[in-house]
């Protein structure tokens, strides 16, 4: 498989999606460039804006395995990872499985869960595996966290910890729509549309699970010139020196810059990296890293407005 095989793949899946998404195309191009990366997305959006739809949507058309876990706060880490079950026909423990064992796992509202529950999530996140009882479990592949938040309801939630937000690649932002999309989305329902029978809508699968895999060994051949390594460098430096920020990008930010920029360009049909392709994904790799100074926020700054500044600040190589 090669980046144009890899461009022809994404063009068919974006096709795919478009039979069932409207006016989703920025946040589902970032979900594919997660999934062959390797990496976990934070979406981030008010209710009913398609993020559980654009999750299962995903999962149908490379044919992965789906579970979604509601969180709450009185969910235990037990909910998330199975518990180990006595037989007494063999006298022995078995593992009965929690939901995390699936190819793609959808975390509603990641924020309602106590930090004990939420870090259930950390090992299976960083190293594809859990352990329980002395023993491990080895998760997919491909194994991915697709998480959601509600940024304006904060009663009741339980804000994510540094280290976990660390391990998402993204953190996608979805809007609400225009309102000519909202036109689309109404007329669509008028029509029959079920979100939950996806197969009704006439979405077919695009691959199979285990091709990722593949794709993904493809896109360690993308090309980086030392100069595209320094820029990415530079502009983690950069953050870490803000006036604007109490803590800047760490070193794992500047290494998902480096392989979602591959996939990116790999998705785009080149076996190449060019600095465009790192501008465009630094904000969503960065955003929820970044903790602002107070008297940064006071002056109206957010993380995207100090991700615009570092960018301009740091010399683009030709």
Not at 94 to 103: A, D, E, T, W, Y
Not at 239 to 267: E, M, W
């Amino acid at each position: 498989m090669n980046p144009t095989d890899l461009q022809t793949v994404y063009q068919h899946l974006r096709r795919e999606a478009e039979k069932v998404l409207v006016g989703l195309e920025v946040p589902f191009e970032l979900l594919v460039v997660a999934l062959f990366t390797g990496g976990h997305v934070l979406l981030e959006g008010v209710p009913g804006t398609a993020k559980t739809l654009m999750a299962k949507t995903l999962s149908h058309l490379v044919q992965a395995e789906f579970n979604r876990i509601q969180f709450t706060p009185d969910l235990m880490p037990s909910d998330i990872l199975g518990t180990s079950v006595f037989d007494i026909n063999s006298g022995q423990f078995h593992l009965r499985q929690g939901p995390i064992f699936s190819q793609l796992l959808l975390a509603d509202e990641i924020n309602r869960a106590p930090a004990k529950t939420q870090s259930a999530l950390l090992e299976a996140m960083e190293e594809r595996q859990i352990n329980l009882d002395g023993d491990r479990y080895p998760l997919g592949p491909p194994f991915m966290v697709i998480a959601t938040q509600n940024p304006i309801e904060y009663e009741g939630t339980y804000p994510l910890p540094e280290a976990q937000l660390d391990r998402f690649l993204f953190k996608v932002l979805v809007p609400y729509s225009p309102l000519e999309v909202e036109i689309e989305v109404l007329r669509r329902f008028h029509q029959g549309f079920d979100p939950h029978r996806l197969a009704e809508s006439g979405l077919q699968p695009i691959l199979p699970a285990e091709a990722i895999t593949r794709a993904r060994q493809a896109i360690n051949n993308v090309l980086v010139e030392e100069g595209i390594l320094h820029y990415i460098a530079a502009i983690a430096a950069a953050s870490r020196r803000s006036p604007d920020l109490i803590l800047g990008a760490s070193a794992r930010a500047a290494t998902h810059v480096l392989l979602a920029a591959k996939t990116y360009a790999a998705l785009q049909g080149r076996d190449y990296v060019v600095p465009d392709d790192v501008k465009y994904l630094t904000p969503v790799v960065y955003r929820h890293r970044l903790l602002l100074k107070p008297e940064a926020e006071i002056e109206g700054l957010d993380p995207d407005a100090v991700i615009r500044r570092l960018l301009a600040q740091v010399e683009v190589p030709r």
